[in-house]
């Protein structure tokens, strides 16, 4: 089946799609963009990555072209027209193509939009049963990561170094502490069984399933403590995971080659990923 990608307002097969070579998000990363995931045709936790999408455009003085409404609307005929059953729904939009190239926002800009779809099998992934390895980096990025900006270069390089040895994500350290996963929020089960993870701050993006899954853990009474934590204290943890709107909870088992607690999954971990199945099940939409 042929892929059909949105652009501008048409729904257009992907060899048919056009974007200026003067896009400003081509030319200075100057754009947004959000990933939803969709199980059995329905979107997941959508409110909550179009809220973080509407924050994260504002940062950056930068007008939504459509109503939330209408964006739902879009997401929805392109799923439809993809055939998706499971997968990501990605979106973007940039400041739009002016001519001359200029850094300061021009006054004539109209954004550019675009969305496409991925099929991907989230729930039967093999890599939530068996965990991943992680390998950190450096946090090399900019101040602003809570801005979901398109500018991924320094986590393109940290998650091909983690590839490169043979890891599937990449932690960020910075200041001798975790900020967060390359493209996840990441968590560690400490052995009194509190569940820890990086408060927000400009350091990290405001993960819509990090939110999610600490709620619901916090609704089945388990405390949870929103601070850094480092390397060693993630390696003496009962658990790590990661979350994500394209993995939802995976665990953490080995960091830098060496083994958390027995080396696999832990039940806490499997557990909330259940539990998170279960919530984006029922709220699918
Ligand atoms: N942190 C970073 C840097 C990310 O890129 C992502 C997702 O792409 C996340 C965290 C997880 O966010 P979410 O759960 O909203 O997908």
């Known amino acids: 089946m042929e892929q059909i990608v949105y652009v501008d307002g048409a729904f257009v097969p992907a060899a048919d799609a056009k974007v200026s070579v003067f896009d400003r998000g081509f030319l200075f990363a100057d754009g947004i963009y959000e990933v939803s995931a969709v199980l059995d045709g329905k979107l997941i936790d959508n409110d909550s990555h179009l809220a973080r999408l ?24 392109l799923i439809a027209r993809n055939g998706l059953i499971d997968g990501v729904i990605y979106l973007q939009v940039t400041r739009g193509a002016v001519i001359p190239r200029d850094f300061v926002f021009p006054k004539e800009a109209k954004p550019t939009f675009v969305m496409f779809t991925t099929a991907k099998d989230i729930v039967n992934a093999a890599s ?10 450096p946090d090399i990025r900019w101040a602003r990561r809570d801005i979901k900006s398109v500018a991924l270069l320094a986590q393109v390089l940290a998650k091909q170094a983690a590839a490169e040895a043979g890891c599937q994500e990449a932690w960020m350290i910075e200041d001798g502490q975790v900020t967060e996963g390359g493209s996840s929020s990441a968590f560690i089960l400490t052995q009194d069984d509190v569940l820890v993870t990086r408060e927000n701050s400009s350091a990290i993006l405001p993960g819509c399933t990090r939110k999610a899954v600490m709620k619901l853990a916090e609704e089945r009474q388990l405390r949870v ?6 390397v060693s204290e993630a390696l003496a943890a009962k658990e790590a995971f990661i979350t994500s709107a394209s993995l939802f909870v995976q665990a953490v088992v080995t960091i830098d080659g060496q083994r958390i607690a027995n080396g696999r999954p832990g039940p806490m971990t499997n557990r909330l990923r259940e539990i ?10």
Request: proline share 4%; aromatic share 6%.
């Open 225 to 230: 403590e929103e601070r850094a934590f480092s």
């Open 54 to 77: 509407e924050r994260s455009v504002g940062e950056i003085a930068l007008a939504l072209p459509e109503t939330l409404p209408r964006i739902v609307e879009i997401q929805k005929e």
């Open 276 to 285: 998170y199945l279960e919530f984006a099940r029922a709220t699918a939409v």
């Open 128 to 137: 939530a049963k068996t965990g991943i390895a992680v390998k950190t980096m």
